[in-house]
């Protein structure tokens, strides 16, 4: 079972193991416990002569240990949700064996007048591994249809919080502003930036859950600073600095142009006297580092803010598509703010 990576707390809303009070988790768990007798009485048994006691038997025992842990584990469930992962884990296996050797106990109790042999510690320490097993398979379920919620959530987070600030007004009517004073005197850049602002609302729209490359993420990066340069002038420069050999690598969509947007609208937007903006991608060790740095006004405000809504957002959702392999990294300075992301090199060309 993979925690992870700092091992913190999880609020209970976010916590791996669903509400097992609810019913198509119980009833889930019913079905896969009952073919999972039926595959062990056929294992002992010839089809002609199908042991119906013994599956009968089999199924109430199962079903019961089932109904026990289910139970056990949705009363634990707020406790569980305010530890750590592991220490989640371990309590939830802790759980489930003490049922099992609690049931198979009671089990052989009962049936100790009915000349059924069950007391045996051979066949408890055989319970027990069995639940081991098939208790780590149910929890690996569950913590990967959570982190497989929490990346979709975390993608369509990043799509309407995208789509908002295409249609903030401080954005949408700047960029109107700036098309209408366009159209009389330089009607064409007026179209391009109409084109460009299209483009970006089409970005936003999209769903792509294999990825872009990092060229295309720059192309939108481009495209945004193309939009601001109209309104902001010769108060903003762009420095770019890209290595080649990273822009055929994979990134999730809508990773860079929100950190951008940050460098724009916190820091250059903020000074009178502008400022330059630089970008830088690499790779490193099988990695590929992009850096996003950018002026910052004295009295910054809110700003520390607004960045750090931004962080939290695309840091849930690399934690969720690799796990503790990528890295975003916020660097404050006295005259200026650098982000810098490290994601694993993994060129589309090779997925």
């Excluded at 703010?337 to 997925?351: F, I, K």
């Amino acid at each position: 079972m993979t925690g992870d990576s700092n091992g913190s707390a999880q609020a209970p809303g976010e916590f791996f193991i669903p509400d097992l009070c609810a019913t198509r988790p119980v009833l889930l768990m019913f079905i896969l416990s009952e073919l999972l007798v039926v595959v062990y009485v056929l294992g002992g048994s010839r089809l002609p002569s199908f042991d119906w006691g013994s599956f009968a038997l089999a199924s109430l025992f199962v079903q019961w240990i089932m109904l026990l842990c289910a139970g056990l584990l949705c009363a634990s469930r707020p406790l569980l949700a305010r530890l750590s992962l592991p220490v989640g884990v371990v309590l939830s296996f802790v759980i489930i064996l003490l049922v099992t050797a609690a049931s198979s106990l009671v089990a052989s109790l009962v049936l100790a007048d009915t000349g059924v042999a069950l007391l045996d510690g051979w066949w408890m320490l055989r319970n027990l591994l069995v639940a081991v097993v098939f208790g780590g398979i149910a929890l690996r379920y569950f913590y990967l249809q959570q982190q497989l919620r929490a990346r979709e959530q975390a993608e369509l987070n990043a799509r309407i919080e995208s789509l908002r600030s295409r249609i903030r007004p401080h954005f949408l009517f700047n960029t109107m502003n700036s098309i209408a004073s366009l159209i009389g005197t330089r009607p064409e850049q007026a179209e391009q930036a109409v084109e460009d602002l299209s483009e970006l609302f089409r970005a936003s729209l999209v769903e792509n859950d294999d990825g872009v490359t990092l060229a295309d993420e720059l192309h939108l990066c481009r495209l945004y600073l193309g939009i601001e340069q109209l309104r902001l002038g010769e108060r903003m420069q762009v420095n770019w600095d890209v290595d080649e050999a990273a822009l055929a690598c994979s990134l999730p969509s809508l990773l860079l142009q929100p950190l951008v947007e940050n460098a724009v609208y916190h820091g250059v937007a903020r000074l009178p006297e502008g400022g330059s903006i630089g970008i830088s991608a690499q790779c490193q060790d099988q990695s590929v580092r992009v850096e996003i740095e950018n002026p910052v006004p004295a009295a910054p405000g809110s700003s520390g803010n607004g960045h750090q809504i931004a962080l939290e957002n695309i840091r849930q959702r690399l934690d969720a598509i690799y796990g503790g392999a990528a890295d975003l990294e916020m660097i404050p300075g006295d005259d200026e703010h650098r982000v810098v992301l490290t994601v694993p090199m993994t060129p589309e060309s090779a997925a």
